[in-house]
Nanobody, 121 residues
Framework: QVQLVESGGGLVQAGGSLRLSCTAS????????MGWFRQAPGKEREFVVA????????NHADSVKGRFTISRDNAKNTVYLQMNSLKPEDTAVYYC??????????????WGQGTQVTVSS
């Protein structure tokens, strides 16, 4: 079992940046592949980015490639999402997730409560 707590969301103007954090407690953090998902109003939850246990491999959705970067600090049990060049269509609730497998093919077992990101035009 692992508990995930996100932080760092907020309101930002288009073109701006935000960094989200997700801290895990419970079982060994390095057991998990970590990921970020988002859900916009009226839309289904969608995959954003994932990172393998070591931080050596990442997988990004096409919509965020070149703008969003995922990283993890295993000593701090924390995964980060650096979001640059934000667009209004990035507005959503962002969820941290932990799972098993690889950053390209994971089974997501644990979810955070979500943090709101709003990008104004």
């Amino acid at each position: 079992q692992v508990q995930l707590v996100e932080s760092g969301g907020g309101l930002v103007q288009a073109g701006g940046s935000l960094r989200l954090s997700c801290t895990a407690s419970g079982r060994a953090f390095t057991s998990y592949v970590m990921g970020w998902f988002r859900q916009a109003p009226g839309k289904e939850r969608e995959f954003v980015v994932a990172i393998d246990w070591s931080g050596g491999s990442t997988n990004h959705a096409d919509s965020v490639k070149g703008r969003f970067t995922i990283s993890r600090d295993n000593a701090k049990n924390t995964v980060y999402l650096q979001m640059n060049s934000l667009k209004p269509e990035d507005t959503a609730v962002y969820y941290c997730a932990a799972g098993y497998g690889s950053d390209y093919d994971a089974k997501w077992d644990y979810w955070g409560q979500g943090t709101q990101v709003t990008v104004s035009s």
